[in-house]
Protein backbone atom coordinates (compact mmCIF):
# COMPACT_ATOMS: atom_id res chain seq x y z
CA UNK A 1 0.00 0.00 0.00
CA UNK A 2 1.49 3.21 -1.11
CA UNK A 3 1.22 6.44 1.16
CA UNK A 4 1.57 9.89 0.83
CA UNK A 5 2.82 11.43 3.85
CA UNK A 6 1.30 14.90 5.16
CA UNK A 7 3.57 16.53 7.74
CA UNK A 8 1.62 19.17 10.10
CA UNK A 9 3.77 20.76 12.44
CA UNK A 10 1.92 21.52 15.63
CA UNK A 11 5.22 22.54 17.40
CA UNK A 12 9.05 23.07 17.27
CA UNK A 13 10.42 24.20 20.82
CA UNK A 14 14.06 24.99 21.34
CA UNK A 15 15.64 23.45 24.45
CA UNK A 16 19.06 23.19 25.72
CA UNK A 17 20.15 22.98 22.43
CA UNK A 18 17.29 20.89 20.85
CA UNK A 19 14.53 20.88 18.94
CA UNK A 20 11.38 19.13 19.37
CA UNK A 21 9.43 18.39 16.35
CA UNK A 22 5.77 17.41 16.46
CA UNK A 23 3.77 16.10 13.98
CA UNK A 24 0.88 14.14 12.51
CA UNK A 25 1.17 11.45 9.80
CA UNK A 26 -1.50 11.66 7.65
CA UNK A 27 -2.08 9.10 4.32
CA UNK A 28 -3.31 10.47 1.08
CA UNK A 29 -7.45 10.25 2.28
CA UNK A 30 -6.30 12.54 5.38
CA UNK A 31 -6.31 9.35 8.02
CA UNK A 32 -3.91 8.48 10.82
CA UNK A 33 -1.37 6.53 9.60
CA UNK A 34 -0.38 4.38 13.42
CA UNK A 35 2.63 2.81 13.98
CA UNK A 36 5.10 4.60 11.34
CA UNK A 37 8.70 5.11 11.56
CA UNK A 38 10.04 8.88 11.41
CA UNK A 39 14.06 8.95 11.51
CA UNK A 40 16.85 11.33 10.03
CA UNK A 41 18.90 10.03 7.38
CA UNK A 42 21.82 9.21 9.85
CA UNK A 43 20.30 6.02 10.97
CA UNK A 44 20.94 6.95 14.59
CA UNK A 45 18.22 9.46 15.29
CA UNK A 46 14.34 8.26 14.90
CA UNK A 47 10.28 7.76 16.39
CA UNK A 48 7.27 5.73 15.78
CA UNK A 49 4.04 7.07 15.44
CA UNK A 50 1.38 6.36 17.72
CA UNK A 51 -2.10 5.10 17.21
CA UNK A 52 -3.52 8.73 15.98
CA UNK A 53 -0.34 9.05 13.66
CA UNK A 54 1.17 11.61 16.13
CA UNK A 55 4.75 11.58 17.05
CA UNK A 56 7.54 13.75 18.53
CA UNK A 57 11.29 13.63 17.73
CA UNK A 58 14.26 15.97 18.89
CA UNK A 59 16.36 17.43 16.73
CA UNK A 60 20.18 18.56 17.26
CA UNK A 61 20.07 21.25 14.70
CA UNK A 62 17.37 22.32 11.70
CA UNK A 63 17.55 21.67 8.75
CA UNK A 64 17.28 17.77 8.86
CA UNK A 65 16.74 15.15 6.29
Given at each position: ??Y?????????VS???????????????????????????????????????????????????
Amino acid sequence: MRYVFLLWLLSVVSAQAQILVSGHLLDERGQPVPYASIALTDGRTGTASNEEGEFSLKLPTLPQQ
